[in-house]
């Protein structure tokens, strides 16, 4: 299993508390401590009764992480990425596992506002965006590879209003939600993350140039 605050691997250890039963099923609380990072990953499990004791859980049917929720183990955005995006980028992560729809259209929104804001690409339907970024050459190419990819993963074609209306609510395929927040997280890295980084070697080294009487660069 994996901890969904850390993110290690581990062997559980589970402790299981009947909580309860209804007229669908038999409900139970699950949880282990990680052994790294000393923290709780709590689910509640629903399923079939014990042959022996009906209010016992004995056949799992489906399992709701409770505690952390999924998106949380995510790193925040970088503290280099503007405000807006960082925080569409942050409450996409935060709500993606309640609702997968709620969090890719604040992340198409996310990524149309970064494309427009400093890509400096025109205005246009989300699709066209993407080509101008994609054939511009200016991107490395894994991150063009998932940006072209993520009209595929999206359905782009099946769903119009994801190009048009990045923001709305509709339908997503299966793994979108989490590809859109993967593509994010790079291009932060490419656009703020990476540029900072430089900045702050040049200035040091014109720092010690000027120590020592010499030019910056």
Not at 45 to 71: D, M, Y
Not at 100 to 113: D, G, T, W
Not at 160 to 165: E, H, L, V, W
């Amino acid at each position: 299993m994996q901890c969904g605050h850390c993110g290690t691997e581990y062997h559980p250890q589970t402790a299981t508390y009947p909580i309860g039963k209804d007229a669908e099923s038999v409900w139970a609380v699950e949880y282990e401590t990680c052994p790294k990072c000393n923290k709780l990953n709590v689910r509640l499990a629903r399923g079939h009764p014990h042959p022996n004791n009906p209010n016992l859980l004995h056949q799992v049917t489906g399992r709701t992480t409770v505690h952390p929720k999924a998106g949380t183990s995510r790193k925040r955005a970088a503290p280099e990425a503007p405000k807006n995006l960082a925080d569409d980028y942050n409450e996409a992560c935060l709500v993606l596992a309640d609702s997968p729809k709620a969090s890719a259209a604040l992340s198409r929104r996310c990524l149309q506002n970064l494309l427009r804001d400093h890509a400096k690409v025109k205005h246009q339907n989300l699709v066209a965006e993407i080509d101008e970024v994609v054939n511009s050459n200016k991107l490395p190419s894994h991150l063009a590879g998932d940006l072209h990819a993520i009209r595929v993963v999206g359905n782009f074609a099946a769903h119009p209003t994801k190009d048009t209306s990045t923001g709305e609510i509709v339908d997503v395929e299966a793994g979108e939600a989490e590809w859109l927040l993967d593509l994010l997280a790079g291009l932060f890295d490419f656009y703020f993350v990476a540029p900072a980084e430089t900045k702050k070697r040049r200035d040091a080294l014109n720092a010690k140039l000027a120590a020592a009487g010499k030019q910056p660069i």
